[in-house]
C-alpha cells in the first residue's frame, strides 16, 4: 500500500510556535510542499482570528497558493461558520477537531465530546454535499495532561460515531507524545476490530521519544499507512515550552523509505520548503541530509 | 529478565565531544552515575593519552572513583600496554574494541580485523586469568561510512570468533545510526540462532533517528534485554558534526519502563548526574522530566 502522508506544518506546526510568518511566506511554503510528493497539506484553520492570530490569514492563503493536483488541500474548520468560509475558498478537504478526554475537549473548545459530535453531524452532512473529503481528528486519543490515560474503548466508541456520520478518516492523535508502542498496539487492536485501516491516520507527537517507534509497530503490525507529520518537526508541544512536538517529515520518511514503504516524498525538497520560514528544522535527518 | 543498562556516557560520550572536562568533573559524574541503577558504567578508555586525550587521566578516574558494589565498572583497553594499566587499577571488565568493516577498522586501529582478533585472543585470556569480566564491541555492525552496507554473517562470524576467545558479552554497534529496525531484525535472526540472546548487547546511535525503534524491536521481538546508553544523550557522531549521537539513557530507560520492562534506573538521578558536566542534555526525557 502506498504510504499516505498528510504535512501538517502549515496548521499544526505554525499553530504552536509563538515567531509569527507573514502570509507570503505561508504561501511559498505551502507551494514548495506541494512539490515534496506528500499527498495531502493541511494549510490552515478557519478559527476565529481572535483565538489563533496566526492563522487568521487562511482564506488569503488558500486563495493565493499554487495548487497541484496531486495533493488534496485541507483544513480545520471548527464550526459551521469557519466551513462556509472554508467552503467559500474551495478547501479540498473538511477537517473537525475533537478529543477523547472530556476535560480536554471542555478546555480546547469549551464544549463537551457530544456537543462536539452532534456540531460535527451537520458540517460533516454540508461537506459531503458540497463534494468536499472530510477528517475528523480525535486528539489526546492515549494520553491526556488533565485525565491521565484515556481508555481506547472511549477512543473507538468517538471514531464510530464520526464515521456514521460519513467521515472519510479518522486521524487518532497522541497529542502529548506519551503514547508507547504498546499503547499504540493495544488501541490498534481495539480499533481494528471494527474499522477497516483504511479509515486511520495516526499523528504522533515525539514529546517522550517514542514517536519513530510508534510509527514502526503501526506501520510493521497494524498496516498502517496513513501518517500526519510536520515539515522540520515544526510545532512543539503546547504543553511543555521548550519540548519537541510533531513528528518530523523527513524523520518519518527516512524511516519509511529504509522499511521498503512505498513512499514517494523527496525529503531534500522537505527541508528546502521548510527553509522558507527561516527557523532551524527540529529533526535528525536535517542534520545529516547530505549523507543520506 | 531484568534490563542490563551499561552507562556508556563517561567514555563513549566524553570522547565524541570537543570540550574537555576535568578529571574531578569526571569523578563526581562517575560517582552519581554509579547510584541511579544503571548496570554498568563505562568508566574511561586506556587508549594512548596522545591519541584521546580527553581520556588521558583514566588511571587517576579509576583511582578516585567511590565503588558501587552493585555496579560494574568497565574499560576499553586497545591493546596489552592498556590491559595492563587496566588492571593496575583494578578495572572490574574489560572491553575490546573491533569492527565489522574492515576498512574501518584499517582507519581506526590501523590493523585488519584478523589482526585485531589475534590481539584480542590473548587479552581476553590474561583477562579471564585476572578474574575479570570482558566484552567485546563490534562497532558498524550495520553500515560503515567507508563500506556502505555490512553483510549480517560477517557480524556473526567475528562474534563467534570472539565468544570462542571466552569474552562473556558482544556489543554490537550502530556506530553509523543508519540501521534501521528491519536491518535489526534482519541482523538478530541471524545472529540469535546460533548465539544465546544472554551474550548480546545492542548499542544504537540515534543519528538518523531510529534508535528507539530499533530498541523497541530487539526488546520486543527478540527478547534482547542488555543495551549501551549515555547519559545525557553525550556523544554525537564522530563522522557527522552536529548530528546526535548515543541513544539518552534516560530515553532508553522511560520507553523500557513505559513498556513495563523490568529496569530499576531512576531517570531523575541519570539527569542530575549529567548536570555536573554542565553540558545541555541531548534528549526527550530532559525537556519533560516534571511531566514523567
Redesign the interface.
Known amino acids: 500500500m502506498k504510504i499516505y502522508i498528510t504535512e501538517v506544518a502549515p496548521r499544526d506546526g505554525l499553530q504552536n510556535i509563538n515567531q509569527i510568518i507573514n502570509t507570503e511566506k505561508k504561501i511559498e511554503f505551502v507551494n514548495k510542499l506541494s512539490e515534496t510528493g506528500v499527498d495531502e497539506i493541511e494549510v490552515s484553520s478557519f478559527v476565529s482570528p481572535k483565538v489563533i492570530p496566526q492563522l487568521s490569514d487562511a482564506e488569503e492563503v488558500f486563495k493565493s497558493i499554487k495548487r497541484n493536483n496531486n495533493v488534496i488541500y485541507s483544513a480545520l474548520v471548527p464550526n459551521e461558520k469557519g466551513l462556509e468560509r472554508a467552503l467559500n475558498v474551495s478547501v479540498d478537504k473538511i477537517s473537525v477537531f475533537t478529543s477523547a478526554s472530556e476535560t480536554f475537549n471542555l478546555k480546547n473548545t469549551n464544549s463537551t465530546i457530544e456537543d462536539s459530535l452532534s456540531k460535527f453531524k451537520n458540517i460533516i452532512k454540508i461537506s459531503k454535499e458540497s463534494k468536499k473529503l472530510t477528517r475528523a481528528y480525535i486528539s489526546t486519543a492515549f494520553w491526556c495532561p488533565y485525565e491521565g490515560k484515556i481508555n481506547p474503548y472511549k477512543v473507538k466508541e468517538i471514531a464510530i460515531k464520526l464515521l456514521e456520520f460519513g467521515v472519510d478518516e479518522i486521524s487518532i492523535g497522541d497529542t502529548v507524545g506519551k503514547a508507547?508502542?504498546?499503547?499504540v498496539s493495544e488501541l490498534l487492536e481495539i480499533i481494528l476490530n471494527d474499522i477497516h485501516h483504511d479509515k486511520i491516520v495516526l499523528h504522533f507527537h515525539?514529546?517522550?521519544?517514542?514517536a519513530?517507534?510508534n510509527?514502526?509497530?503501526a506501520y510493521?503490525n497494524f498496516s498502517i499507512y496513513k501518517f500526519d507529520s510536520s515539515a522540520g518537526g515544526l510545532g512543539g508541544c503546547p504543553?511543555?515550552p521548550?519540548?519537541?512536538g510533531n513528528i518530523?517529515t523527513e524523520?518519518l520518511v527516512?524511516?519509511l523509505k529504509?522499511?521498503?514503504a512505498n513512499v514517494n516524498v523527496d525529503i531534500k525538497k522537505i527541508l528546502m520548503a521548510f527553509n522558507v520560514l527561516e527557523i532551524e528544522p527540529q529533526?535528525?535527518?536535517s542534520?545529516?541530509i547530505n549523507?543520506?
Open positions: 508507547s508502542p504498546d499503547e515525539t514529546t517522550y521519544g517514542m519513530m517507534a510509527v514502526y509497530v510493521k504543553f511543555v521548550g519540548a519537541k518530523a524523520d527516512y524511516m529504509r522499511l521498503n529533526s535528525y535527518i542534520k545529516v549523507l543520506i
